[in-house]
């Protein structure tokens, strides 16, 4: 179904599109955009056959929810609009590792493939507050199907966390 994305380079010129670093990119736009409303710095998105049919970004803080995590909000949208068959055609991209929540939620939907920009554990050694186990672990010992690939953007992805809970640890040692 989908081109080999992940071969790295930037040939830019696949049939259907983007490739999966593109799509990383824009989960990390998403969760810069999160940021602007007052949510915490995460985002992600749906792709299906080629085409992007779902977005969101964290709404943790907007809507006092604490599971109002992107990836879990997209994993209960596709359960809901989106058939089986349609669903193992996808493929989630998430700007960051997504949480043992969020991973039970992608293996419930049967989303078949997700890639994500920086692994939990390396934002763990900045912020020391993600439970971080893998999702490949979450997905493996579910059972599932459902290939995970990452990190594939892990500088772009940091500089945003850094942006944000780099300046919050310098404003409390100040
Ligand atoms: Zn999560």
Redesign the pocket.
């Known amino acids: 179904m989908s081109d080999p994305a992940d071969a790295g380079g930037s040939s830019g010129g696949n049939e259907t599109g983007s490739t999966d670093r593109e799509y990383v990119d824009r989960a990390i736009e998403l969760a810069e955009e999160a940021v602007e409303m007052g949510n915490t710095p995460?985002g992600a998105l749906i792709v299906l056959d080629g085409e992007i049919v779902a977005e969101g970004h964290n709404e943790t803080l907007s809507e006092d929810d604490l599971a109002a995590?992107p990836?879990?909000t997209l994993a209960r949208w596709a359960g809901r609009e989106l058939d089986a068959d349609e669903r193992a055609r996808c493929t989630m991209y998430a700007s960051t590792e997504?949480?043992p929540?969020?991973a039970t939620g992608i293996h419930y939907a049967g989303i078949g493939r997700v890639v994500f920009g920086v692994a939990g554990e390396t934002l763990d050694e900045l912020t020391g507050d993600v439970v971080s186990i893998p999702c490949a672990e979450v997905i493996r010992r579910a059972g599932s199907e459902t290939a995970v690939e990452g990190p594939i953007a892990e500088a772009a992805a940091m500089e945003l966390h850094e942006s944000v809970y780099g300046d919050e640890s310098a404003d409390g040692e100040s």
């Open positions: 995460f995590h990836e879990l997504p949480c929540m969020c």
